[in-house]
């Protein structure tokens, strides 16, 4: 499976982005996805997951009710909806995978089985 993501920018603080995470394969609907993030001088950190349906997500508590993970299997794509974004969230964001992935285990970056390249948000005036 290779992952793309794509959607970074600069954004103001108050601002929204949507990133996107394209899969490649036939088995996407097989994976839980994850969204994680780095900053400079930081360890990679959990943002948000989900299941393989779309019917259960999970999110670290520094961005519950301002992001929101979504998917689409029959675009093996994944998603990110960020709003209300803060300078505290500028990083690297990249998009994970794993096969038959649970939630609980969604956020321990060494479980992934796949990873993308990242794409770089930065929230700044």
């Known amino acids: 499976v290779q992952l793309v993501e794509s959607g970074g920018g600069l954004v103001q603080p108050g601002g929204s982005l949507r990133l996107s995470c394209a899969a490649s394969?036939?088995?996407?609907?097989?994976?839980?996805m994850a969204w994680f993030r780095q900053a400079p001088g930081k360890e990679r950190e959990f943002v948000a997951a989900?299941?393989?349906?779309?019917?259960?997500?999970y999110y670290t508590d520094s961005v519950k009710g301002r992001f929101t993970i979504s998917r689409d299997n029959a675009k093996n794509t994944v998603y990110l909806q960020m709003n209300s974004l803060k300078p505290e969230d500028t990083a690297v964001y990249y998009c994970?995978?794993?096969?038959?992935?649970?939630?609980?285990?969604?956020?321990?970056?060494?479980?992934?089985?796949?990873w993308g390249k990242g794409t770089l948000v930065t929230v700044s005036s």
């Open positions: 989900i299941n393989w349906n779309g019917y259960s997500t």
């Open positions: 994970a995978a794993k096969q038959y992935g649970i939630l609980v285990d969604m956020t321990d970056y060494y479980r992934m089985d796949y």
């Open positions: 394969g036939q088995t996407f609907s097989s994976y839980a």
